[in-house]
């Protein structure tokens, strides 16, 4: 068994690309590969928490959905509550929302009115920083309920798409750059 930790190399290695998904000229980066290997997952929590100590955060912020996954593995491990961030109309009690542009169009995304309180020490963790979008949005939310933001962390950056331009003055990290 190999107990030495998890590369940043050895999850990109792992990430399935999958072209012309979900439309012709798209390559979708799909993570379920690192998922499946507990090694790689519970490796890939270790590098996005690494920057965090148990007890540091508060809160996790995870966006809809595969953000999900990510950010309630890095809150169990950081003994912190997991917040979901949602698209509009999925989250059963009262919401902030927050809309942003999408390539055609543009979405909401929400989150409990009463998910931080002022000043929680909060983490926003995804699995994929592409436009910037959704994150920024997320930020924004999270600025509405005056949350101090410790770090936004992907899984995998798409740096070709700027997305990280969305989130000037952010603590922004990724683990995989493509």
Known sequence: MNNS???AAQIAHAIRNVPDFPKPGIQFKDITPVLADARL????????????????VDAVIGIDARG???AAAAATKLKAGFVPVRKKGKLPYQTLEQDYALE??????????????PGARVLLIDDLLATGGTAAAAIALMKKLE???LGVV?????????GRGKLPGQPV??????
């Open 68 to 70: 999900f996954i990510f």
């Open 154 to 162: 992907f899984l995998i950056e798409l740096k070709f798409l700027g």
């Open 147 to 149: 949350a101090n933001i």
């Open 41 to 56: 997952f519970a490796g890939s929590i270790d590098l996005l928490t690494e920057e965090f100590a148990p007890g540091s």
């Open 104 to 117: 055609y169009g543009h979405a909401t995304v929400a989150m409990h009115v009463d998910a931080l309180k």
């Open 5 to 7: 930790p998890v590369t």
């Open 173 to 178: 990290r990724s683990i995989v750059q493509y």
